[in-house]
Each structure stands twice: as structure tokens, then as C-alpha cells.
Nanobody, 113 residues
Framework: VQLQASGGGLVQAGGSLRLSCAASGTDVIGNIMGWYRQALGKQRELVAIFTGGGHTNYADSVKDRSTISRDNEKKTIYLQMNSLKVEDTAVYYC????????WGQGTQVTVSS
């Protein structure tokens, strides 16, 4: 299984981005699938995730301005982030649990002031 994240880039504060993560090498995607991020010098942290049963969990820092969604047919999840802040700057990693943990390669999001 491979997870390919895309959609990162440089954006001004207040702007928006939509990240995508496409899974390959599997016929289905796991119920537990989401996004983590790691800023320079900091630990990796949860951003948003499907936890199974149709439930989602968001980090407090993003929950009012982010939406995680999925397209099971396309085996893809998305993260729409609005009102971006400088502190959102990080490498964003796609994650899936499907018998074991899988991580994507990360996509850089840089928010300038």
C-alpha cells in the first residue's frame, strides 16, 4: 500500500489549501485514515482523522477551519484548510490504519505572513 499526498504549497495567511491523499496497492481504504503534521523542530501531531463508524476527530487548533472528507471509490481523502495561519506551516502526512499503519511521504505547507 502506498499513500500519495499532494496539494501542499506556499500560501498567504488567511488563504486556503486542499490536500489530497490517494491510496494505491489496495482495493479499499481503511476506515481509520487522516492527516498528521510535523513542524520544524516539533513532534508530529494529529490534524484530522476518520476514526471509524463515520466519526472524525480534529485538532483543536484547526477544527473550526478545516474539513476532512473522503471518496472511497477514488480511494482518496482530502483536507480542506481555510483561514490558514503561519503556525499551520508544516509537512503534512497522510496516515491510514489498515491492519497496520501506513504513512505517506508528506507534502509541505508553508503559510507566509
Amino acid at each position: 500500500v502506498q499513500l500519495q499526498a499532494s496539494g501542499g504549497g506556499l500560501v498567504q495567511a488567511g488563504g486556503s489549501l486542499r490536500l489530497s491523499c490517494a491510496a494505491s496497492g489496495t482495493d479499499v481504504i481503511g476506515n481509520i485514515m487522516g492527516w498528521y503534521r510535523q513542524a520544524l523542530g516539533k513532534q508530529r501531531e494529529l490534524v484530522a482523522i476518520f476514526t471509524g463508524g463515520g466519526h472524525t476527530n480534529y485538532a483543536d487548533s484547526v477544527k473550526d477551519r478545516s474539513t476532512i472528507s473522503r471518496d472511497n471509490e477514488k480511494k482518496t481523502i482530502y483536507l480542506q484548510m481555510n483561514s490558514l495561519k503561519v503556525e499551520d506551516t508544516a509537512v503534512y502526512y497522510c496516515y491510514m490504519y489498515f491492519g497496520r499503519s501506513f504513512w505517506g511521504q508528506g507534502t509541505q505547507v508553508t503559510v507566509s505572513s
